[in-house]
């Protein structure tokens, strides 16, 4: 039973899905709605009767009985190609909470939470199905009881006439759906099964060198419509185990409330991944945010993220230009155990690599949920 979204607060899949994550790779691609309304229209043109329907029937039996047939594959061929939609979009409520946090932030970008977000955006189209079943069965009634030929032709003229008009009145939703699809097709997800270590910090201190690093290939420029900033993310194995490495939008000095949608992603990264953290300093504050601002938002994130709930290195990068040491002891008196690293010169990148595995072990661990062996 589809429970109504506006009453429950999300709309529920009536067909049951696999558990999973990466759902959102299950989105099905929509055909446009013009598209969808001709193939409907061409499929119902060819519907016939068969051998054994016909036998013994009458000429205006035989046209009752074929204008009934094409009225009910028009009907079928608009309801259960928005049925299989429905049965193709995951429940939102099965979503990795990141999963879940990056589809908010994409629809709220391009306009559909006007719509309800996500689940209103699959509740019109729940309500576009039934209108066109209901009014298909119900049209049905009109050819039926034509009393001659002229009637049933009419009647059968009229009853296509309402269906397509129901359709062409909820064209926008069909349009929103595949605008929907479209934008959560493009987004690149870290895959959530994968430990994963995530490299946070304030704008331009040198995250996305160190993924590169680090990657055994190219890694992936992950580009998001609510904003013009990309992340990169790489993979790497090491003992046969697969890791995955990402850089996250800079975040600056300032509160919760005040954060914009990029750094409200990296937020949801360091909430929701089975990550270990990796906070990279730039000494030199040649990145444009001073030292102090960066111990403010250090103190601030690990605070909210906590060592017992999160595995923490700080990284102090850049460690090659002279303008590192200007500032170290302030930070020193802040930090345990910093490293420092250069992506440049190679400086700890192998202590690093051996720290950060280790902490993901340990957190692995800690969450009683493995690493994945291949």
């Given at each position: 039973?589809?429970?109504?979204?506006?009453?429950?607060?999300?709309?529920?899949?009536?067909?049951?899905?696999?558990?999973?994550?990466?759902?959102?790779?299950?989105?099905?691609?929509?055909?446009?709605?013009?598209?969808?309304?001709?193939?409907?229209?061409?499929?119902?043109?060819?519907?016939?009767?068969?051998?054994?329907?016909?036998?013994?029937?009458?000429?205006?039996?035989?046209?009752?009985?074929?204008?009934?047939?094409?009225?009910?594959?028009?009907?079928?061929?608009?309801?259960?190609?928005?049925?299989?939609?429905?049965?193709?979009?995951?429940?939102?409520?099965?979503?990795?909470?990141?999963?879940?946090?990056?589809?908010?932030?994409?629809?709220?970008?391009?306009?559909?939470?006007?719509?309800?977000?996500?689940?209103?955006?699959?509740?019109?189209?729940?309500?576009?199905?039934?209108?066109?079943?209901?009014?298909?069965?119900?049209?049905?009634?009109?050819?039926?009881?034509?009393?001659?030929?002229?009637?049933?032709?009419?009647?059968?003229?009229?009853?296509?006439?309402?269906?397509?008009?129901?359709?062409?009145?909820?064209?926008?939703?069909?349009?929103?759906?595949?605008?929907?699809?479209?934008?959560l097709h493009r987004l690149q997800i870290a895959d959530?099964?994968?430990?994963?270590?995530?490299?946070?910090?304030?704008?331009?201190?040198?995250?996305?060198?160190?993924?590169?690093?680090?990657?055994?290939?190219?890694?992936?420029?992950?580009?998001?419509p609510f904003t013009t900033k990309t992340i990169i993310?790489?993979?790497?194995?090491?003992?046969?185990?697969?890791?995955?490495?990402?850089?996250?939008?800079?975040?600056?000095?300032?509160?919760?409330?005040?954060?914009?949608?990029?750094?409200?992603?990296?937020?949801?990264?360091?909430?929701?991944?089975?990550?270990?953290?990796?906070?990279?300093?730039?000494?030199?504050?040649?990145?444009?945010?001073?030292?102090?601002?960066?111990?403010?938002?250090?103190?601030?994130?690990?605070?909210?993220?906590?060592?017992?709930?999160?595995?923490?290195?700080?990284?102090?990068?850049?460690?090659?230009?002279?303008?590192?040491?200007?500032?170290?002891?302030?930070?020193?008196?802040?930090?345990?155990?910093?490293?420092?690293?250069?992506?440049?010169?190679?400086?700890?990148?192998?202590?690093?690599?051996?720290?950060?595995?280790?902490?993901?072990?340990?957190?692995?661990?800690?969450?009683?949920?493995?690493?994945?062996?291949?």
């Amino acid at each position: 039973v589809c429970a109504d979204s506006r009453s429950s607060g999300e709309w529920r899949q009536p067909f049951e899905t696999r558990n999973g994550s990466n759902r959102l790779r299950e989105i099905p691609v929509i055909s446009k709605p013009e598209e969808h309304l001709s193939r409907a229209l061409r499929v119902s043109s060819r519907a016939r009767l068969d051998a054994v329907t016909k036998r013994g029937k009458s000429f205006n039996e035989l046209l009752r009985l074929t204008s009934l047939k094409k009225l009910d594959t028009f009907r079928q061929e608009l309801a259960n190609r928005l049925e299989t939609y429905l049965r193709q979009f995951p429940r939102k409520s099965k979503l990795h909470p990141y999963e879940d946090t990056l589809v908010d932030l994409t629809l709220e970008s391009i306009g559909l939470n006007k719509y309800g977000g996500y689940n209103g955006v699959l509740e019109e189209i729940l309500e576009l199905k039934k209108k066109i079943n209901i009014q298909g069965k119900y049209l049905s009634n009109g050819i039926r009881n034509a009393e001659n030929k002229k009637g049933l032709e009419k009647a059968f003229e009229d009853a296509f006439t309402s269906l397509e008009n129901i359709y062409r009145k909820n064209w926008g939703s069909v349009e929103r759906l595949k605008l929907m699809a479209i934008a959560l097709h493009r987004l690149q997800i870290a895959d959530v099964d994968v430990p994963t270590i995530i490299l946070a910090g304030a704008p331009n201190v040198g995250k996305s060198s160190l993924v590169r690093v680090y990657s055994s290939g190219i890694p992936e420029v992950c580009a998001y419509p609510f904003t013009t900033k990309t992340i990169i993310m790489g993979h790497f194995t090491d003992s046969g185990r697969t890791f995955q490495m990402t850089d996250t939008p800079g975040l600056l000095n300032r509160g919760e409330d005040d954060r914009n949608t990029i750094e409200r992603l990296t937020v949801a990264a360091l909430q929701h991944l089975n990550s270990v953290v990796l906070f990279t300093v730039d000494l030199t504050e040649d990145c444009g945010t001073s030292v102090a601002d960066q111990l403010e938002l250090r103190t601030a994130i690990r605070e909210r993220f906590p060592r017992s709930d999160r595995q923490w290195i700080d990284v102090l990068s850049k460690s090659d230009l002279d303008e590192f040491f200007k500032h170290e002891s302030l930070y020193l008196e802040n930090a345990t155990d910093p490293i420092r690293v250069s992506a440049e010169t190679g400086q700890n990148l192998e202590p690093l690599k051996d720290r950060f595995i280790q902490a993901t072990t340990e957190a692995a661990e800690n969450q009683q949920a493995p690493i994945p062996k291949p």
